[in-house]
């Protein structure tokens, strides 16, 4: 029987709700919870420390991670993960829960296949882009959060009869952007996953100007374009005045939302009953509402977000 696991985190709403549910499951069945912090370098530092059903009270509203994160470059190489197992061993760390997105993910995939301590997985990243689920911890909350700031940003657009273009995160996937294009009731949305023509842009923009249509508001995600060079854009083939506002991190933060919060206790106590098993190799997930799993493989590959539905939905509402 494991007595004793380990949990290392990225940060991103929820994330906090997800480590109070695996160490408070944890403690009912007499396992001991390490906190490894600073993601994988502090496994391979052995910056590592006992979490107690004390120590994790009061986090469940609070966002980012109390186990703080970083990005390890080290982790990736041979002579990282063997350290990486080193500091498990000598810490008899028999379990690893890695609550992360896709690149937290990928490590874990690596790790799993170099040691044989089950290693759980746990989705939780703001562009809900982990393959085989239908929602990862943290997407909820970020969608709200940039759709409270565009709800603000809509009102001066309005009242000063102005095009806005607003940049939201999402490197490789739109996610966030069409939620908040489509709940923001966003005239347009550019996407990674998808080709846009800005002339064909500009046209729609200044038919609708003439027809009377004084605001317009675009949504941009990160991976496509910057909203500086798009509002720019605007400006110079319609003449009409157009702003640009960067989001930025505002979205990784925040209280999570009480969607985010149920899903972290959802997920965090079924990952540790996956490791009292004995499983490996795994992530958790929702699919119907029903908790289910993957194989850390299949959860890393690429996710269809259903972009030309939403899509379609948004510019028909236009």
Not at 18 to 33: H, L, P, W
Not at 165 to 173: K, P, Q, Y
Not at 207 to 229: D, L
Not at 230 to 243: H, P, Q, W
Request: neutral net charge.
């Amino acid at each position: 029987m494991i007595k004793r696991i380990g949990i290392l985190t990225r940060d991103c709403a929820g994330v906090n709700a997800c480590i109070r549910a695996i160490v408070r499951s944890a403690d009912s069945c007499g396992i001991e919870v390490m906190g490894i912090f600073k993601g994988y370098d502090g496994l391979i530092n052995n910056d590592i420390k006992t979490l107690t059903h004390r120590s994790v009270s009061g986090i469940i509203n609070q966002g980012g991670t109390i186990l703080k994160t970083s990005r390890s470059k080290r982790f990736m190489t041979e002579e990282g993960q063997i350290a990486a197992l080193r500091s498990m061993k000598n810490n008899q760390i028999g379990g690893l829960i890695v609550i992360g997105g896709n690149g937290s993910l990928t490590g874990a995939y690596h790790f799993s296949q170099k040691c044989d301590i089950p290693i759980i997985g746990v989705p939780a990243t703001i562009d809900n882009d982990v393959n085989g689920v239908d929602a990862t911890i943290g997407a909820d909350t970020a969608v709200n959060v940039a759709l409270d700031a565009l709800d603000k940003i809509r009102d001066t657009a309005t009242s000063l009869e102005r095009i806005f273009v607003v940049e939201v995160m999402g490197r490789d996937c739109g996610y966030i952007a069409l939620r908040v294009a489509l709940a923001g009731g966003c005239e347009e949305v550019l996407l990674p996953e998808r080709e846009f023509n800005i002339e064909e842009m500009c046209e729609e923009i200044t038919e609708g100007n003439v027809q009377g249509k004084v605001s317009w508001i675009i949504i941009v995600a990160e991976g496509k374009a910057k909203a500086p060079y798009i509002a720019k854009k605007i400006n110079e083939i319609t003449g009409l005045e157009t702003r640009e506002v960067v989001l930025g991190h505002i979205q990784r933060g925040g209280r999570p939302t009480a969607i985010d919060r149920i899903l972290a206790a959802r997920y965090g106590a079924f990952a540790l009953e996956l490791i009292k098993e004995g499983e490996s190799g795994k992530c958790v997930g929702l699919r119907n509402n029903e908790l289910m799993t993957i194989t850390l493989e299949e959860a890393i590959k690429p996710k269809d977000i259903e972009v030309e539905a939403y899509y379609r939905l948004i510019k028909l509402l236009t």
